[in-house]
């Protein structure tokens, strides 16, 4: 935009937040009364990144074109960029005269950190004011967790916000500009990210609200029995965590939803059970916005040292769901496939990973962000070193997936979903295939190795060199040093209790 005087302008940046209702910034933005863009930025470096899978930019594509048909009345939309956040602002700065950007606070991977404070330094530089606000329930520069649970429980208690809009920006400006910013998204992606996947879960507000009353109208009733079965868990958990991760909803209206259910039942417990997970959602991500190194270093030092073989093919095996374990091959099958498997599931393929396939858990990370349509980096990093059993003060747990299969796909009901070629065999071999004879392989025309891969280990005692040196680590003084730090700073105050290995 030429000339000495230039539009003044805000500018709302949405990040994990891509949705219209119970979102503070683009409330602000109205208030404030200046025209303001509503920008969403895809960044070369991030896309780039080894987090960031086609799958994720797929669901924020969705859910931008679900904020853009929702507007598309007030003649407002989501501004899609392809470049890097400095390039992006400093474009609109030389174009427009920016006043304030209104955005949520990113507990992301410290790469987003660094690109906020490289951001931030660009802002304080040209005098423009970014207002940043709290996300969720998780709070930013606490040195400790005192006092962090009083101030979840308020903050979920409030009733959502009530977004109103008006069609404050010219429409003739508002299309021109679209259509000359020259950080335009390549045709070849956009065509790409249009394309469904049948078993993923679509993106958007619209999908988000579906899930949730269909969740507390009906599906909820099982919440309980079913949380760790493989097969039920997929119809009685919520499945919300796509569209709280990528904010198609605020934590705090699945919370208020959930509370306002609650009431008017008679049994509370599958709903309170429910709404305590949504506090250690919030617990989680506030670990990792106080500790991003939760990404690529053991948060406890002393587990630096932990030495693992990292057998290659042991590692393309389990990527692949080919290791002939049926329940973790299953349930890595179902995410590549689907994007989800219940919490008990995704612990097993972490503890199987490093425990009996004595792999560095961070061989392992990426390739599940990739696979986690719900990526969450404040969870995904916390929970995956908490299963690896590098924190130094959680209970080390070996999940046995041959136990979890006989307890709870007892009629093997997931297994043969997700492998149908041992769908031919009895359901009491399913669990494990290689204890067929040759009479039943000849009866059942199945023959391991060929129909099924053999076992790439034994389970009996492959994990004890793992675990062994896991406990013997944490009986050093840095690694019980360590946990008090790791305690002190990012659990909530409770009482320290003494921790053991569990076999799951």
Request: net charge positive.
């Amino acid at each position: 935009m030429q000339g000495t005087s230039k539009q003044q302008l805000n500018l709302v940046w949405l990040k994990r937040d891509l949705r219209t209702q119970d979102h503070l910034p683009l409330a602000e933005a109205e208030l404030n009364g200046l025209p303001y863009v509503v920008l969403y930025i895809f960044e070369p470096s991030m896309l780039a990144y080894p987090d960031c899978a086609d799958r994720h930019l797929r669901f924020q594509f969705q859910s931008l074109q679900a904020m853009q048909q929702k507007w598309s009345e007030i003649q407002r939309i989501p501004v899609l960029f392809h470049a890097e956040a400095i390039e992006v602002f400093n474009w609109f700065n030389k174009e427009f005269q920016i006043q304030q950007v209104f955005s949520y606070q990113e507990s992301g991977i410290d790469k987003t950190f660094q690109r906020d404070l490289e951001v931030a330094s660009f802002f304080k530089s040209q005098n423009i004011q970014w207002k940043q606000y709290q996300r969720n329930g998780v709070l930013r520069a606490i040195q400790n967790r005192k006092n962090w649970d009083t101030k979840w429980h308020a903050y979920m208690s409030e009733k959502p916000l009530l977004n109103t809009y008006s069609a404050a920006l010219n429409p003739s400006f508002f299309e021109a500009f679209v259509m000359q910013h020259p950080f335009q998204v390549p045709s070849t992606l956009l065509i790409q990210w249009s394309q469904k996947e049948a078993q993923l879960q679509p993106g958007g507000e619209l999908h988000a609200w579906q899930y949730l009353q269909s969740f507390l109208n009906e599906r909820f009733y099982n919440y309980q029995f079913h949380i760790s079965k493989p097969a039920q868990s997929r119809k009685s958990c919520s499945r919300l965590s796509p569209f709280i991760a990528w904010g198609n909803l605020s934590l705090r209206q699945v919370y208020y939803a959930s509370k306002q259910k609650q009431v008017i039942i008679k049994n509370k417990r599958p709903l309170q059970a429910f709404l305590t997970r949504l506090k250690w959602h919030d617990h989680f991500v506030q670990k990792f916005e106080q500790a991003c190194s939760y990404e690529t270093k053991a948060i406890n030092k002393a587990f630096d040292d932990l030495k693992a073989s990292n057998n290659v093919h042991y590692l393309e095996a389990w990527k692949t769901g080919n290791t002939g374990i049926p329940l973790v091959d299953a349930n890595m099958r179902a995410l590549i496939q689907t994007g989800w498997v219940n919490f008990r599931m995704r612990a097993l393929l972490v503890s199987f990973l490093t425990h009996h396939l004595d792999i560095d858990w961070k061989l392992g990370v990426y390739h599940l962000a990739h696979l986690f349509l719900d990526y969450e980096p404040g969870i995904h990093y916390t929970q995956f070193q908490m299963q690896a059993g590098t924190t130094g003060v959680n209970t080390l747990r070996v999940y046995n997936p041959v136990k979890n299969a006989l307890e709870h796909d007892p009629d093997a009901e997931f297994i043969k979903k997700w492998i149908p070629e041992l769908s031919k065999l009895p359901t009491q071999l399913i669990a494990q295939p290689w204890l067929l004879n040759p009479l039943e392989a000849a009866m059942y025309q199945f023959k391991i190795g060929e129909d099924y891969p053999a076992p790439i280990i034994e389970l009996q005692g492959k994990h004890k060199t793992m675990v062994d040196q896991i406990y013997a680590i944490k009986k050093t003084a840095l690694a019980q040093t360590e946990g008090k730090t790791i305690v002190s700073k990012l659990e909530r105050p409770q009482k320290l209790k003494t921790k053991t290995a569990k076999k799951s």
